[in-house]
Structures are given as structure tokens and as C-alpha cells.
């Protein structure tokens, strides 16, 4: 069974950081492209930035220059550092992947349980 657990998510005031942590377990052969989402209350969950597995990252417009996404293929893991967050960060954010279980198999599109994020002072 392939999980990916997230971890990282808190209270910060405006203004702050925070690092969000995704590590995918389990038995699995590859992973290619991983990112994060986030849902805010009664908001439609969007892309909130991706990685390839060769590195190549892509952001939303509204978190450039703020947030950094990076991976560690060897720990099977992605991260996203927030900067400067505001309170329209607020929302949960969500780990995503894709995950090749088996070399015969295609790539499966696997999410992570949510962890919330709050801007507030």
C-alpha cells in the first residue's frame, strides 16, 4: 500500500514561515512528478506548486517569489517552504504524486491526508 504522510502544518502569524514535509511509503518502483495542493473554505482546491523528478518546478502565480518547492528523490520526499505568509494562505494543504507501484504499471495519482495551514495573528 502506498501512503504519502505530510507533515509541517501549524499556526503562524502573518509574516512568517513554514515548511511543509511529504514522504511516500510503502512498496512502490518510481515516483514522477509530486506538488502540493491547498483548499481553503468553500474554495476549489488548486495547484499550489509541482516538481518533476528532474527538478523542474512550477508555481501559482500568487505564492512566486514566497514559496519554494524541492524534493529528495532519495527520501522519497517533497517539501514546500513558505515565506512571508499571509492570511489567504490559510487552507489545507494537500501532498500529491505520482506513483509508479510496479515497472508493468502506469503511474497512479496518489494524495496525502491534508494538513492545515493557519495565517492568523
Known amino acids: 500500500q502506498v501512503q504519502l504522510v505530510e507533515s509541517g502544518g501549524g499556526l503562524v502569524q502573518p509574516g512568517g514561515s513554514l515548511r511543509l514535509s511529504c514522504a511516500a511509503s510503502g512498496s512502490f518502483f518510481s515516483i514522477n512528478a509530486m506538488g502540493w495542493y491547498r483548499q481553503a473554505p468553500g474554495k476549489q482546491r488548486e495547484l499550489v506548486a509541482a516538481?518533476?523528478?528532474?527538478?523542474?518546478?512550477n508555481y501559482v502565480d500568487s505564492v512566486k517569489d514566497r514559496f519554494t518547492i524541492s524534493r529528495d528523490n532519495a527520501k522519497n520526499s517533497v517539501y514546500l517552504h513558505m515565506n512571508s505568509l499571509k492570511p489567504e494562505d490559510t487552507a489545507v494543504y494537500y501532498c500529491n504524486a505520482d506513483i509508479r507501484r510496479r515497472t508493468w504499471l502506469d503511474y497512479t495519482n496518489y494524495w496525502g491526508q491534508g494538513t492545515q495551514v493557519t495565517v492568523s495573528s
Open positions: 516538481i518533476t523528478s528532474g527538478g523542474s518546478t
